[in-house]
């Protein structure tokens, strides 16, 4: 099977580390979320600030390139601010604020994109190349996994992927948190699925990954990093991905055979706070589940 790519407008990948991520610790998230499609009415306010500073940045990195995607030229910065904003005006200044702080911090500065929120798209079998794949891959080998990335950009003459940060930072200094090792980062699922992807899908090499932060509030901070990944955990991602298109496969089947999804409590609260589908599993009674099902959630398009 050939690679392919394929450009759309800022948003989620279409089988990224996420979805597959999901189906790896909680069936009943991977249900309701990319089986069925759900999302909250409501976005938190730091999310939604995070997604309109992302819109600006995407907007500004396809201004610069030759030949922007087509996305770019559907919908001005503005108009897609106005509608993943809307209701929002205070939310959208601060995001155009964040950015000008942004464009001013590194004007002139040498990164030439070479793609912008481009999804790229890859099978199982082509991590492997010339490999024998181990017998339990054969069934998943032609299975298509994605990821959208923010940048891939050429940087000091080397091809990177980048993906931008959005933070509230320190309280105390004011600045964004001390980056350390970066370890937050370097065992990211998304960061090696981006990387054995596209990989797979452009003929130049890649150097890396990159994180750009940006503090999402004044004042003001940013700084750009670059991950120091094991090559061993590198290599041993790639049979985390196959493993968890088939944990996929088996969840769908399933589900479309009539069985329920089995819901793992481990994942409902973690650093970012509680999980989209928090209050339906925790409701007293499935008639309380049901009803927030269909007051608090909206369903993208039809069931995948």
Request: proline share 5%.
């Amino acid at each position: 099977m050939s690679n392919k790519t394929k450009e759309f407008s800022t948003g989620a990948s279409s089988r990224g580390s996420h979805q597959l991520g999901a189906a790896l610790s909680c069936e009943r998230l991977w249900a309701l979320r990319y089986h069925q499609r759900l999302r909250p009415t409501s976005s938190k306010p730091w999310q939604l600030l995070g997604t309109l500073v992302h819109t600006c940045l995407a907007h500004y990195f396809a201004s610069l390139m030759d030949e922007p995607p087509q996305w770019s030229l559907d919908e001005t910065m503005d108009e897609n601010l106005e509608r993943e904003g809307e209701g929002n005006p205070e939310m959208i200044r601060q995001a155009k604020d964040c950015f000008e702080a942004f464009k001013s911090r590194y004007a002139g500065d040498g990164w030439v994109p070479l793609y912008v929120e481009n999804e790229f798209k890859a099978s199982i079998g082509s991590f492997f190349k010339d490999e024998e794949l181990p017998e339990w891959i054969e069934p998943v080998k032609d299975e298509v996994v994605t990821c959208k990335t923010d940048l891939v950009c050429e940087w000091g003459g080397r091809v990177w992927v980048v993906d931008h940060k959005t933070s509230s930072g320190n309280s105390r200094s004011g600045r964004l948190n001390s980056w350390g090792s970066g370890s937050e980062y370097i065992m990211s699922p998304q960061v090696f699925q981006n990387l054995w992807i596209i990989r797979s899908c452009i003929d130049r090499p890649v150097a890396g990954f990159a994180i750009q932060r940006l503090k999402r509030s004044t004042p003001y901070d940013f700084d750009r990093q670059t991950l120091q990944l094991s090559p061993l955990a590198y290599d041993q991602a790639r049979y985390m991905i196959a493993d968890a298109t088939l944990r996929e496969r088996d969840i769908k089947n399933r589900i479309e055979a009539g069985e329920k999804p089995r819901p793992n409590y481990n994942q409902c609260y973690s650093r970012w706070g509680p999980c989209d589908f928090f209050a339906v599993c925790s409701s007293d009674t499935k008639e309380i589940q049901n009803s927030l099902l269909s007051s608090e959630y909206v369903q993208l398009g039809g069931m995948k």
